[in-house]
């Protein structure tokens, strides 16, 4: 069965510092994996997603996102936080060998950007 | 462009009541996606269409839940003999083609008294 594991329910960086959210998944085949930002009273925001191809994957507002094989882990990252990046961020798998599309998610990592 | 829209954005209805949820996609997305948020969790999947038709419903938790698409674009979730249980977000995403990214509406919140 497909699973998401997002082992951080929290994740708390000072602006301008670095922040990695972390992400791992569970699937029988290939992998397409996603980001996703929701912000208070607001439906999900796509932010990238992985295919094939390059490991290191960027997506909207800054972040990137690197697929490993090897440790089924697929970490959001920015090299500079901002404030306005507060948000849950979900992750999400699909296994490319399953016959349905629904999309799996993570229960979300609430992120806290402070001034 | 226009996004996923989702009406209404919030109801109330009382437990053993029926609701209906209205979803419209992106103009020219063929597969449309509910799936369901409770408080503290990941968004969790209901039914997919595509086209007019219901591709995969196993999601959907019991036979009080139905979903249409008659044209093959607005959506209208349908709950029957509501439940407390019941309430969360539903959540709407539509995408060109199955299996491609999906885009997310707001959500209407449904709360069961």
């Known amino acids: 069965a497909q699973s998401v594991a997002q082992p951080e329910d929290q994740v708390n960086v000072a602006e301008g510092n670095p922040l990695t959210v972390k992400c791992t998944y569970s699937?029988?085949?290939?992998?397409?994996l996603f980001w996703y930002v929701q912000y208070p009273n607001r439906g999900l925001q796509f932010l990238l997603k992985?295919?094939?191809?390059?490991?290191l994957v960027k997506g909207s507002y800054g972040f990137e996102a690197e697929f490993n094989k090897s440790q089924t882990s697929f970490h959001l990252k920015k090299p500079s936080a901002l404030v306005s990046d507060s948000a849950l961020y979900f992750c999400?798998?699909?296994?490319?060998?399953?016959?349905?599309?629904?999309?799996?998610f993570g229960k979300g990592t609430t992120l806290s950007v402070s001034s | 462009g226009a996004g996923v829209s989702q009406t209404p954005s919030n109801k109330v209805t009382e437990k053993g009541k029926y609701v209906e949820l209205r979803c419209d996609p992106i103009?020219?997305?063929?597969?449309l996606y509910w799936y369901r948020q409770s408080l503290g969790q990941g968004p969790e999947f209901l039914i997919y269409?595509?086209?007019?038709?219901?591709?995969?419903d196993s999601g959907l938790p019991n036979d009080r839940f139905f979903a249409v698409r008659p044209e093959g674009s607005v959506s209208t979730l349908k709950i029957q003999r509501t439940e407390r249980g019941d309430s969360a977000v539903y959540l709407c995403?539509?995408?060109?083609?199955?299996?491609?990214?999906?885009?997310f509406g707001p959500g209407t919140r449904l709360t069961v008294l």
């Open positions: 995403a539509s995408s060109l083609i199955g299996r491609d990214t999906q885009y």
């Open positions: 699937v029988s085949g290939n992998p397409y």
């Open positions: 992985y295919i094939t191809g390059d490991n």
């Open positions: 999400a798998v699909r296994d490319t060998d399953e016959a349905g599309t629904a999309l799996i």
């Open positions: 103009s020219g997305h063929t597969a």
């Open positions: 269409f595509q086209g007019t038709g219901a591709a995969d």
